[in-house]
Nanobody, 122 residues
Framework: QVQLVESGGGLVQAGGSLRLSCAAS????????MGWFRQAPGKEREFVAT????????YNTDIAKGRFTISRDNAKNTVALQMHNLNPEDTAIYYC???????????????WGQGTQVTVSS
């Protein structure tokens, strides 16, 4: 079993920045991709970004372009999401997930963290 724990969420003013982190533990698979999803109140969970062990990435450009950067540390089994120029529409619970394929479809991810709340005030 794999456990994922997110950290770094909080309250930030519009235009500000946050860096989210996710640590994997347990029976981790170094070949798994690690990604970020988010769910805003009243909306479906949506894909944000994902990255594999060779540092190939896929972004949801509607969300991430020019603002978000995903990274990972294979030795530490961690993944991060650096977010800049946040706006109130970014307010959501952000989830870390792990799975075998570099895709944005949440159904392909096997393990999920509990989520961390990001709130952006106007």
């Amino acid at each position: 079993q794999v456990q994922l724990v997110e950290s770094g969420g909080g309250l930030v003013q519009a235009g500000g920045s946050l860096r989210l982190s996710c640590a994997a533990s347990g029976r981790t698979n170094s070949n798994y991709v690690m990604g970020w999803f988010r769910q805003a109140p009243g909306k479906e969970r949506e894909f944000v970004a994902t990255i594999n062990k060779w540092f190939s990435v896929i972004y949801n450009t509607d969300i991430a372009k020019g603002r978000f950067t995903i990274s990972r540390d294979n030795a530490k089994n961690t993944v991060a999401l650096q977010m800049h120029n946040l706006n109130p529409e970014d307010t959501a619970i952000y989830y870390c997930a792990a799975g075998p394929k570099l895709v944005g479809a949440q159904s392909q991810y096997d393990y999920w963290g509990q989520g961390t709340q990001v709130t952006v005030s106007s």
